[in-house]
């Protein structure tokens, strides 16, 4: 179940698991740019199920109440993927194995994806312990407090190969 949205524009804090078909009804239809984004993210797990994923997380704008959002965040569960098959199929992920990053990624895609346990530098605690990608997407940079995000797991979706 996908929760309403706080006056802020985004969800509450949490990890909001769903199905794709209410995901693609809740934020795929209210603009020409949300379908866009819709259909690249199911490029995307279309491949990411081939290869064995099982959870795939999304964030940023897309997952908010904004109507034309830049772009989508998106994150993936490593265990069980089958990391060389991935580059087979997904030959932008050549230079950096099993991860989705950058400008051709944006292009190809429509978002930033990564790996779910990578880690980046905490942005309340620089200096400190890194984070996974995971607790980087539930912090809101601009109040500093949490927000939701969206869980899709890959098995329940059933989309032509």
């Known amino acids: 179940m996908i929760p309403e949205f706080l006056s802020d524009g ?8 769903t199905t794709w ?4 009804a809740r934020f795929g239809n209210s603009s020409r740019k949300r379908k866009e984004l819709i259909k690249k993210i ?4 279309k491949i990411l199920k081939e290869v064995g994923c ?3 997380y999304i964030d940023g704008s897309f997952v908010s109440e904004r109507n034309r959002p830049g772009d989508f965040d998106a994150c993936w569960l490593r265990d069980g993927v089958d990391l060389s098959r991935l580059n087979q199929i997904a030959p932008i992920l050549k230079h950096a194995p099993g991860v989705f990053k950058g ?11 990564f790996q779910l346990s990578r880690l980046v530098p905490d942005p309340k605690n620089p ?8 607790e980087f997407f539930q912090l809101d940079k601009e109040s500093d407090g949490q927000k939701g995000i969206i869980l899709l797991k890959l098995e329940t979706i059933n989309l032509e190969l």
């Open 10 to 17: 985004l969800l509450p804090k949490g990890i909001h698991e």
């Open 21 to 24: 078909e209410l995901f693609c």
């Open 42 to 45: 199911e490029v995307v797990i």
């Open 54 to 56: 099982q959870e795939f």
């Open 103 to 113: 400008i051709d990624c944006k292009q190809k895609y429509g978002g930033d994806i």
């Open 127 to 134: 200096h400190g312990r890194a984070i996974t990608y995971l």
